[in-house]
């Protein structure tokens, strides 16, 4: 059965950091693309940073610059640095796992889905 649990997100101030991870099992991680997107009420979910079977790395341009995708494949987890936070980061996060590892910024192409965390980021 395929796994993905996400944690640590929480409250912070504009500016302050998180660091999000998401443990994955029940399915061969080392194969999959792995993307983590947001979704704030009201709106539709976007596609933040992801990271191929080899390591490259994409993000969206909100978050570019701010933002580090990483991941370990020894202990299949995947994280999200999130650094100089701004209140339109707030949003429920999510991670994915994408076999097809095409458009990795698009939700339609993954394949399974974390139940998600709450970043919360006040001014």
């Known amino acids: 059965q395929v796994q993905l649990v996400e944690s640590g997100g929480g409250s912070v101030q504009a500016g302050g950091s998180l660091r999000l991870s998401c443990a994955a099992s029940g399915y061969t991680y080392s194969s999959y693309c792995m993307g983590w997107f947001r979704q704030a009420p009201g709106k539709e979910r976007e596609g933040v940073a992801a990271?191929?079977?080899?390591?490259?790395?994409t993000y969206s341009n909100s978050v570019k610059g701010r933002f580090t995708i990483s991941k370990d494949n020894a202990k299949n987890t995947l994280y999200l640095q999130m650094n100089s936070l701004k209140p339109e980061d707030t949003a429920m996060y999510y991670c994915?796992?994408?076999?097809?590892?095409?458009?990795?910024?698009?939700?339609?192409?993954?394949?399974?889905w974390g139940q998600g965390t709450q970043v919360t980021v006040s001014s």
């Open positions: 990271i191929d079977i080899n390591g490259r790395t």
């Open positions: 994915a796992a994408s076999r097809g590892c095409i458009y990795l910024l698009y939700d339609d192409y993954y394949n399974y």
